[in-house]
């Protein structure tokens, strides 16, 4: 099932308030930490969420903002937030080739409450 608009805009809002807690609950944890994670990683994971949940690099722009306690962000030199969120939505937006999507469909069951099984043929748990 489809998320509609104003459910992706909130799935979002979510991730948005904490991305950390999100970062946590994914179980990214488990390789390192979001205190750890390099500036330039958080706001290429925020971007994939923003690509997939289709929302506005304005969305986008503050959550990162958000992320950094409205600090200025420390990308990479010739990185901008611009680049990411647009290369995120290349690859993961509604856009990109179907098979490049599953991020897509796995993001939006778990927006939904997810699926503790595994996916066919995948192996991959939620």
């Not at 979001?34 to 923003?50: F, P, R």
């Not at 990308?75 to 179907?98: K, N, V, Y």
Request: aromatic share 10%; hydrophobic share 35%.
């Amino acid at each position: 099932m489809a998320m509609n608009k104003k459910q992706r805009a909130e799935a979002f809002e979510r991730l948005a308030a904490d991305p950390g807690k999100e970062w946590r609950e994914g179980g990214w944890s488990a390789m390192i930490s979001w205190e750890k994670l390099a500036a330039t990683s958080k706001v290429a994971w925020i971007a994939a969420h923003a690509a997939v949940y289709e929302v506005s690099f304005e969305e986008f722009e503050k959550a990162v903002r958000g992320a950094f306690g409205g600090k200025e962000v420390p990308l990479e030199q010739g990185s901008t937030l611009r680049g990411c969120f647009d290369g995120a939505c290349a690859f993961l937006g509604p856009a990109a080739e179907p098979q490049k999507r599953d991020y897509h469909e796995t993001l939006n069951r778990y927006a939904q409450g997810g699926s503790n099984k595994k996916e066919k043929n995948r192996g991959i748990e939620h």
